[in-house]
């Protein structure tokens, strides 16, 4: 095999050297500058690193296609400098072949077998396109120009540009595996539910509970204005939410059952909602509105447009029952989870990002919060349905939620009847560098230390420290046991439907 890739006899040098002899006919002129710079730009991957600075620049895909690259490009140089160019040494072209003016100077002496520009264009340009196949497009052109400048340039044989932009393009497929596509996220459905309209607010009862992030004096009079003939009940300091809430959904005449509020607000009318067998009007006013966002409830203008037409859908609840005290038989709290629950880091992840996002863009701010806090926190230690863990987070999901990661954002689907049940463990070994590795490459959806499942119940129990579980982002301290299930369809919410 060596001596058909040398420079002499051989089939493949027989091409290389016809391939050359083409391209020194071709008469001198300007592009003859622009293919050197070309060249030497790529030259150390001085090109790639530039355009993955700019990527960093803009949040999103451009962001996590630019590091993708880079991730290839590093495998593609390692595979190509460390192995393929001791493996297989090969002259360079000589200068007889070429026109001098054409040759980079000084010529490189490594082996002319395979073209490390060529591994490294082709790995950055297609590990770009595996996140953002515009953004790969846009650059494939430079990529090839790149590869095609070694030949012209007398850096290399074509064959040597031909073999290095397979051992690019194998690299950047072969980080696909640690770095796999996002499962596409499934197409909202609903599934319809019977509830009157209250477009004018005759049978709505509405909680406001004027705590909520979003309330102002401004904003029952506001809801008096959309649902003249609603009943309005204003929620102050010092009142019991809970009781409140049931009070509004017990009252006589009542068909449906309007909240303003957060996720915590809205917690405590959906129970009473079910209680009372009433549909739920949600009205996004708190400073978290995830259900609301769910629910296609996102502004008054949304909610409004269910209520007069009586736009609903079936979605289930979760419940939890929680023991404390010794050995968890002490107290019983028994919660609706609408959303979430999480034990472990997760809560204090969640603040970290929140605060850097503003400043840094939400994928790298969930960079530097999963640093700080992977860094510095200590592994809980529990049962899982049995089976002692030692872990990070433990996330519970009320319905499969997407994207399959420790970002989850949307859930297209409010009656799937599963808990989404996403784990962090230390059990492995080296745990702590292997999930800081995944947090800095981007990978911790694939990584050996997550685990994600799906059920209808699960049991955690304390191994010594009671634990502190967040519900829906309300910490609830000195846990022992908790059984989380999924009560499906449990009520009926006002959604506009596709």
């Given at each position: 095999m060596r001596s058909m890739l040398r420079w002499g006899p051989g089939r493949i040098a027989r091409l290389d050297r016809a391939a050359v002899r083409v391209v020194s006919r071709w008469p001198e002129g300007p592009?003859?500058?622009?293919?050197?710079?070309?060249?030497?730009?790529?030259?150390?991957g001085k090109l790639w690193f530039a355009v993955a600075g700019v990527c960093a620049a803009f949040p999103g895909k451009p962001r996590n296609a630019g590091i993708h690259g880079l991730l290839a490009l590093g495998v593609a140089s390692a595979i190509t400098n460390l192995g393929f160019k001791a493996l297989?040494?090969?002259?360079?072209?000589?200068?007889?072949?070429?026109p001098a003016f054409r040759f980079v100077n000084p010529q490189p002496t490594s082996s002319s077998m395979p073209s490390g520009h060529s591994a490294s264009a082709v790995a950055f340009t297609l590990g770009v396109a595996l996140v953002s196949p515009r953004l790969g497009a846009a650059l494939a052109p430079v990529a090839a120009g790149v590869a095609y400048s070694r030949v012209h340039t007398g850096a290399h044989w074509p064959s040597d540009v031909?073999?290095?932009?397979?051992?690019g393009a194998g690299a950047a497929l072969l980080t696909r595996k640690w770095w796999p596509a996002r499962p596409p996220v499934p197409d909202t459905d609903r599934s319809p539910a019977d509830a009157p309209a209250v477009g004018d607010g005759e049978g709505l009862s509405i909680a406001v509970n004027a705590l909520g992030g979003s309330y102002s004096p401004e904003t029952e009079a506001q809801l008096r204005e959309?649902?003249?003939?609603?009943?309005?009940?204003?929620?102050?300091?010092?009142?019991?939410?809970?009781?409140?809430?049931?009070?509004?959904?017990?009252?006589?005449?009542t068909k449906a059952l309007g909240v303003w509020g957060g996720d915590g607000t809205v917690g405590a009318a959906a129970a009473a909602a079910v209680e009372h067998d009433l549909p739920l009007l949600v009205l996004p006013g708190g400073t978290l509105n995830h259900f609301a966002r769910d629910v296609d409830a996102r502004s008054l203008e949304g909610a409004l447009k269910a209520a007069k037409t009586g736009a609903a859908a079936w979605t289930d609840l979760g419940h939890v029952s929680a023991g404390r005290g010794i050995d968890g038989k002490d107290e019983t709290a028994e919660l609706i989870m609408l959303?979430?629950?999480?034990?472990?880091?997760?809560?204090?992840?969640?603040?970290?990002?929140?605060?850097?996002?503003?400043?840094?863009?939400?994928?790298?701010?969930?960079?530097?919060?999963?640093?700080?806090?992977f860094g510095a926190a200590r592994p809980t230690t529990l049962r899982i349905n049995g089976v002692p863990h030692k872990l990070w987070i433990l996330y519970l999901g009320r319905g499969r939620y997407y994207p399959r990661d420790l970002a989850?954002?949307?859930?297209?689907?409010?009656?799937?009847?599963?808990?989404?049940?996403?784990?962090?463990?230390?059990?492995?070994?080296?745990?702590?560098?292997?999930?800081?590795?995944?947090?800095?490459?981007?990978?911790?959806?694939?990584?050996?230390?997550?685990?994600?499942?799906?059920?209808?119940?699960?049991?955690?129990?304390?191994?010594?420290?009671?634990?502190?579980?967040?519900?829906?982002?309300?910490p609830l301290p000195g846990v022992r046991t908790a059984d989380f299930a999924v009560k499906r369809r449990a009520l009926r919410v006002y959604s506009p439907l596709y």
């Open positions: 592009h003859d500058d622009v293919w050197k710079t070309l060249s030497r730009a790529a030259t150390k297989l040494p090969r002259t360079r072209p000589l200068p007889e072949l070429l031909m073999l290095g932009s397979a051992i959309i649902f003249p003939k609603s009943h309005i009940r204003l929620i102050s300091d010092g009142d019991d939410v809970v009781a409140e809430v049931r009070a509004v959904a017990g009252r006589p005449g959303n979430t629950a999480s034990i472990g880091v997760y809560p204090n992840l969640v603040r970290r990002r929140e605060r850097l996002q503003p400043a840094l863009g939400k994928p790298l701010a969930g960079l530097v919060a999963g640093l700080r806090t989850p954002l949307t859930r297209p689907v409010l009656d799937d009847g599963v808990l989404d049940i996403r784990m962090v463990t230390a059990d492995e070994p080296f745990a702590r560098l292997r999930l800081l590795w995944a947090v800095l490459t981007g990978t911790v959806g694939t990584s050996k230390v997550t685990h994600l499942s799906e059920a209808a119940e699960l049991r955690i129990e304390a191994s010594g420290e009671p634990l502190v579980i967040a519900v829906d982002g309300e």
